[in-house]
């Protein structure tokens, strides 16, 4: 059974900082999906990365894949405010079919 | 805003109730899916329709009846829930299930829950 564990699940830092939230899972695959939520609301897709290497940014935020060590990561640079959501990481375990596993979510609050 | 649209935002039911969840998209996609999410918990897949036909059924109890209608279109018939399935069900669809496809969903806003 496919497990993919994010660490930390609770982060709080101050607006400026960098910090990395870690997706790791337990199984082979080349797709991994990192979306964001707000409170109440819906999942907002973020960065698609669907080979061993891709790296993608986008603002503020950075996710890359190694699939050799079955880990992806999302950097986030200079905090704001604005990035306080959970972050969830997600791994196609079924390529092509499109079963996706999510991990636990990462709480993230910025403080100013 | 989201291209999945799904109805009613927020739903109170009772046990013996029957009512139904509406999802629709307009992106052309050609794979929706039904996930469950509780409170503070990741979205946890239900079911996978690919082409009007339904692929994946992650066992998912009875009482819970998908439909696709047509390619734009997916319910999720309630009947019988209890009180343990108040959570928000998220609608989202994708490009496609082949191989080719990026496999990028795009939820729906969702439809909160409550059964009484």
């Known amino acids: 059974e496919l497990k993919v564990e994010q660490n930390p699940l609770f982060l709080s830092m101050q607006e400026g900082k960098n910090y990395t939230i870690y997706c790791n899972y337990s199984?082979?695959?080349?797709?991994l999906y990192w979306y964001r939520q707000d409170p109440g609301k819906s999942l907002e897709s973020l960065f698609v990365?669907?080979?061993?290497?891709a790296v993608k940014q986008e603002g503020r935020l950075m996710a890359s894949l190694d699939t050799k060590a079955r880990l992806s990561t999302l950097h986030i640079t200079a905090a704001v405010h604005d990035l306080s959501a959970t972050y969830f990481c997600?791994?196609?375990?079924?390529?092509?079919?499109?079963?996706?596993?999510f991990g636990q979510g990462t709480r993230l609050t910025i403080n100013p | 805003d989201t291209e999945v649209t799904q109805t009613p935002k927020h739903l109170v039911m009772g046990m013996t109730n029957k009512k139904s969840l509406k999802c629709e998209q307009h992106?052309?996609?050609?794979?929706m899916y039904w996930y469950k999410q509780k409170a503070k918990k990741p979205p946890e897949l239900m079911f996978v329709?690919?082409?009007?036909?339904?692929?994946i059924n992650e066992s998912v109890p009875s009482r819970f009846s998908p439909e696709c209608p047509n390619s734009s279109l997916l319910n999720l018939h309630l009947h019988a829930l209890q009180p343990e399935d108040s959570a928000l069900y998220l609608c989202?669809?994708?490009?496609?299930?082949?191989?080719?496809?990026?496999?990028?969903?795009?939820f729906g806003e969702g439809s909160r829950l409550t059964v009484l």
């Open positions: 989202a669809s994708s490009q496609d299930v082949g191989g080719a496809n990026t496999g990028e969903l795009f």
């Open positions: 199984t082979t695959s080349d797709r």
């Open positions: 990365l669907l080979s061993n290497g």
């Open positions: 997600a791994v196609d375990i079924n390529k092509g079919a499109q079963k996706l596993v």
């Open positions: 992106m052309g996609h050609r794979a």
């Open positions: 329709y690919s082409y009007e036909k339904l692929s």
